[in-house]
């Protein structure tokens, strides 16, 4: 079951930042599902976590929001 | 793995809004995987005094005047239309309203993600500041050859 975070009433820097401290604080392997808009974190969200070496899985959207599964490298 | 790029900011501005672009800076760098340094020298000194309100900190009586009258954290002033310092509050509450990370947020976030923060030993001097004057996270006083030393393969901003 993955864990999730929803970003999408926050803004620029702390969508990423976010993102960034939850995934430092899980397990190795562990999945987690983003909530967010289109636009910047979008954008950037599924980037900045593969530079950092973990894997976007899927990207799904739901309406408005978008939901990125990412695995913990 | 090829080396983490580099962000190293020179924050001398002790401004409420500077201080807003640097710590947005600095977090939105450090989330994004890169190494980021914060130089904190004369008035952006306030920004990491340990006591974040207004104290007589040093021995002699200027600096003791310049410190108090410039405070702490909870005393940066707006660079524009300050307005006695009731602006910078004004503008905290139109941050929350519009959930824009505040200075607090940002500052802890840049804590979390392990910003470098570096203190600058001759304006320490001048304002008669010592290291235990500021907070834990400064973690070292040096000068200027050390910083661009650090630097060296950086990409340097000066707010």
């Known amino acids: ?73 | 793995m090829e080396s983490k790029e580099k962000l190293s900011i020179v924050c001398f501005s002790g401004d409420f809004d500077r201080a807003v672009a640097v710590f947005t800076l600095a977090t939105g760098a450090a989330a994004t995987n890169r190494e980021v340094t914060i130089f904190f020298t004369f008035w952006g000194l306030n920004i990491v005094k340990k006591r974040p309100g207004r104290r007589w900190t040093g021995t002699g009586i200027l600096a003791r005047f310049f410190n108090f009258l410039m405070g702490g954290r909870n005393n940066l002033p707006l660079s524009r239309l300050n307005f006695g310092g009731i602006s910078p509050k004004l503008m905290t509450g139109m941050m929350k309203s519009k959930n824009v990370a505040t200075l607090d947020v940002l500052f802890d976030a840049a804590k979390e993600l392990g910003v470098g923060f570096v203190a600058c030993e001759m304006a320490m001097h001048i304002l008669e500041l010592k290291r235990e004057d500021l907070i834990d996270q400064v973690t070292e006083v040096i000068g200027v050859s050390t910083f661009l030393d650090r630097s060296r393969d950086a990409k340097i901003l000066f707010i």
């Open chain 1, 1 to 73: 079951m993955a864990k999730t975070l929803d970003i999408t009433g926050d803004c620029c820097p702390m969508t990423f930042v976010k993102v960034k401290l939850t995934l430092a604080k899980m397990q190795s392997g562990e999945e987690l599902d983003v909530a967010l808009c289109e636009g910047e974190p979008l954008n950037n969200v599924p980037c900045t976590v593969t530079e950092q070496g973990h894997e976007v899985l899927s990207i799904r959207q739901e309406g408005k929001v978008h939901h990125v599964l990412i695995r913990k490298a």
